[in-house]
């Protein structure tokens, strides 16, 4: 009996523990999770599709949006270890605008808070309307971390990525769906 006992409690700590380091990591601020994902040679428009293809613990996922300094501070410590050159976030810009105008997130979410690299937005050889950050591996200091604008088609070497945000929805949300839900059932009994 003790062995069976054993042997469950061993099965049930593999399967809660999942592959070391793959979990997207949890930022209480936004009560969102967070990932970064290794794949080279992708356009933004791409790694847009490839986020929303993604989807953790039954949510979602979109190309990271970075709306606040503490949920930048959040990605930057978190993912600090991640040895990578340039990543996609979730922003784009219309066609034909100044470098600095018209940015939107993929979710709709107010456009206020930046962290351009000296420089940038520079519509750089053309009209560059796609957002994305710099990671360690980048030669420049002053682009650390920062964010640059660029083509939808570059990012053809190694050490490329995006991040992915899954919201999770608010325990305030989940009360109220809860409380109508319970409204509908006392109403069909009745
Ligand atoms: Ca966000
Ligand atoms: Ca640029």
Avoid at 16 to 45: I, M, R
Avoid at 86 to 98: A, C, F, I
Avoid at 110 to 118: E, K, L
Avoid at 170 to 185: D, F, K, Q, R, V
Wanted: with cysteine.
């Amino acid at each position: 009996m003790k062995q069976i006992v054993l042997m469950v409690s061993l099965v049930l700590c593999l399967v809660l523990a999942g592959p070391a380091g793959a979990e997207p990591n949890y930022f209480a601020d936004t009560d969102h999770y967070y990932e970064f994902v290794w794949q080279t040679g992708l356009t933004w428009s791409q790694a847009r599709i490839a986020a929303e293809a993604r989807s953790f613990l039954g949510h979602q996922g979109y190309l990271a949006t970075i709306t606040t300094q503490t949920e930048y501070e959040f990605i930057q410590t978190t993912f600090s270890s991640y040895s990578f050159i340039e990543s996609w976030l979730g922003g784009w810009q219309n066609e034909g605008s100044n470098p600095e105008e018209n940015w939107n997130w993929v979710t709709a979410e107010i456009w206020d808070y930046t962290r351009w690299a000296p420089g940038e937005p520079n519509d750089q050889n053309g009209d560059q309307r796609f957002l994305m950050m710099w990671g360690d591996q980048v030669t420049n200091p002053d682009r650390l971390w920062r964010w640059g604008d660029d083509h939808e088609d570059t990012h053809p070497t190694s050490n490329h990525g995006y991040f992915v945000e899954y919201p999770i929805p608010e325990p305030a949300t989940l009360s109220l769906l809860l409380i109508g839900g319970l409204a509908i059932l006392r109403r069909r009994r009745r």
